[in-house]
């Protein structure tokens, strides 16, 4: 039973291993750097512009009133990491319109080292915002007691994260592999759509969350003045 | 019996049992929280777009659970390690 893209082997030299999910990650990788590159070399700020850069600035300025929305004030700090899981997971699942393809994401490594970034940047962007000490102590808010419970919530987050994209993407693909041999004409092809379907779901969740995340480490929290009853 | 046919019992029939289980707690669930959502959205039609999208976000973790069971449900049936070593002792043999 193909389990994951791990399994298919391109090359190998004693324990290094070339598998699918490594060549096709880097694949996106260059497909969307080098498009990039190649879209915004000759920027224009009139109202005439390709249709390439304005896919671009319609993508760009919708995820950055998501990212404000979710109650970061500032976006183009976060804007980078933030877009780019997002981009990298909708492409990873847009491109399965390619026969003969298989996403990374439906790899559990793939999923854990993304999940791990956002394990990383939290605390990254909670201490650039607030300051060490003022992070670390938003660990005993509200009370001393939550310090074990706050610190496994941060673990079980990351796990949940990886999990999540992890299971969808892989069970998406299964459930195509074995419809290929109980039905093989038009019944894949509606199962596809709806993978194609929840892969664009889960990207833009895997975003939202890491989003939240961050939100919820750089909130200052502010001690609101109890208002005085109006008699 | 012995251990082989024990252990694909087992593997077999908690596996459907997972996934059985494991589906009807998160339906049931996201189906409340659906309707909750289109209540609000019919009471309040101008904050449609922050109910939409908390409501995805919270399907996903709803959903996150069901996903949990189906991969425990996989893991069982396509690799078992127990099954795996079962395997590899009877080939030994």
């Known amino acids: 039973m193909h389990l994951s893209p791990d399994e298919t082997i391109f090359w190998q030299y004693g324990f290094l291993k070339l598998n699918s999910t490594i060549v096709i990650t880097w694949g996106l990788m260059l497909v969307l750097a080098i498009g990039s590159k190649v879209i915004t070399c000759r920027l224009s700020t009139g109202l005439q512009r390709s249709r390439w850069q304005n896919l671009l600035e319609i ?48 790899s559990l490594s793939t999923t854990a080292a993304l999940a791990f970034c956002v394990f990383v940047a939290v605390p990254f962007f909670g201490i650039e915002e607030q300051g060490l000490g003022g992070y670390l102590k938003s660990y005993v808010q509200p009370t001393f007691i939550m310090l074990p419970f706050n610190i496994i919530s941060e673990f079980s987050r990351t796990l949940a994260l990886a999990v999540r994209l992890f299971g969808n993407m892989m069970s998406g693909t299964m459930i195509i592999g074995i419809l290929l041999t109980i039905t093989p004409f038009i019944f894949p092809i509606i199962m596809t759509v709806l993978g194609l379907l929840t892969g664009m779901v889960q990207a833009y969740i895997f975003s939202i969350l890491a989003a939240v995340y961050i939100a919820a480490a750089t909130q200052v929290r502010e001690r609101k003045p109890v208002p005085e009853a109006e008699d | ?12 029939v908690i596996a459907g049992i997972t996934i059985g289980f494991g589906t009807l707690g998160p339906a049931l669930a996201e189906g409340k929280a659906v309707a909750t959502a289109l209540s609000s959205m019919a009471q309040q039609p101008d904050v449609s777009d922050t109910i939409t999208r908390t409501l995805f976000v919270g399907l996903a973790m709803i959903e996150s659970m069901a996903i949990y069971c189906l991969v425990v449900s996989m893991i069982l049936i396509f690799a078992n390690p127990f099954w795996n070593h079962a395997i590899a002792l009877a080939g030994g043999k």
């Open chain 1, 59 to 106: 993508v760009v300025t919708g995820i950055e009133k998501q990212i404000e929305e979710v109650g970061l004030s500032q976006p183009q700090k976060y804007l980078g990491f933030l877009g780019t899981l997002f981009l990298f997971i909708a492409a990873a699942s847009l491109c399965t319109v390619i026969p003969g393809y298989e996403p990374p994401t439906g």
């Open chain 2, 1 to 12: 019996m012995d251990n082989m046919t024990i252990i694909a019992v087992a593997s077999i």
